[in-house]
T-cell receptor
Framework: QKEVEQNSGPLSVPEGAIASLNCTYSDRGSQSFFWYRQYSGKSPELIMS????GDKEDGRFTAQLNKASQYVSLLIRDSQPSDSATYLC??????????????FGSGTRLQVQP | DGGITQSPKYLFRKEGQNVTLSCEQNLNHDAMYWYRQDPGQGLRLIYY???????QKGDIAEGYSVSREKKESFPLTVTSAQKNPTAFYLC???????????FGSGTQLSVL
């Protein structure tokens, strides 16, 4: 089992719709969770971070965390063609050991159709 | 402007050659990281460092070496022992204890 799993996609949604991206993780000790957006040929950029159960909203983005079920999701409202990119889920492992390094999923490719 | 600078943007390696990728940050971040990304794949951790003169192996450290002599700098050497070095290499930094990574623009390494 991979430490961080994502559906590779592509996930195709029409412009203006809600895009829902999901991620599961295996380490129950993980405490910090991140979503990055990566355009083709570019480096990842941080979109959202979430540390506690529930929802966290920032503009059109909402991150949701459920530690009991070990999943984290990202909702993008009013999707725009410019949102077309690969979205990487990342989890901070080793919280109790002092080792702080993110483990990344393989990413979900999102396509927003005009 | 504060940020992370990686150089060169493109690098070509001949067989049997060692090459060094540069990473410099002026964000005053304590921790620095190197990741490798293969086409269509996620990021895999090579090495990371939380303080000067100390670093830890990641998941795929074989064939790579690093140094951390200054807080601002974390160069990565791809040695001849790395038989499949073609990939996109990403340097990142973060404050501690939170590991919100901020990335440089990356170096694309190819084999001649």
């Amino acid at each position: 089992q991979k430490e961080v799993e994502q559906n590779s996609g592509p996930l195709s949604v029409p412009e203006g719709a809600i895009a829902s991206l999901n991620c599961t993780y295996s380490d129950r000790g993980s405490q910090s969770f991140f979503w990055y957006r990566q355009y083709s040929g570019k480096s990842p950029e941080l979109i959202m971070s979430i540390y506690s159960n529930g929802d966290k909203e920032d503009g059109r983005f909402t991150a949701q965390l459920n530690k009991a079920s070990q999943y984290v999701s990202l909702l993008i409202r009013d999707s725009q063609p410019s949102d077309s990119a690969t979205y990487l889920c990342a989890v901070n492992r080793g919280e109790d050991t002092g080792r702080r390094a993110l483990t990344f999923g393989s990413g979900t490719r999102l396509q927003v159709q005009p | 402007d504060g940020g992370i600078t990686q150089s060169p943007k493109y690098l070509f390696r001949k067989e049997g050659q060692n090459v060094t990728l540069s990473c410099e940050q002026n964000l005053n971040h304590d921790a620095m990281y190197w990741y490798r990304q293969d086409p269509g794949q996620g990021l895999r951790l090579i090495y990371y460092s939380q303080i000067v003169n100390d670093f830890q192996k990641g998941d795929i450290a074989e064939g790579y070496s690093v140094s951390r002599e200054k807080k601002e700098s974390f160069p990565l050497t791809v040695t001849s022992a790395q038989k499949n070095p073609t990939a996109f290499y990403l340097c990142a930094s973060s404050t501690l204890p939170r590991a919100e990574l901020f990335f440089g623009s990356g170096t694309q390494l190819s084999v001649l």
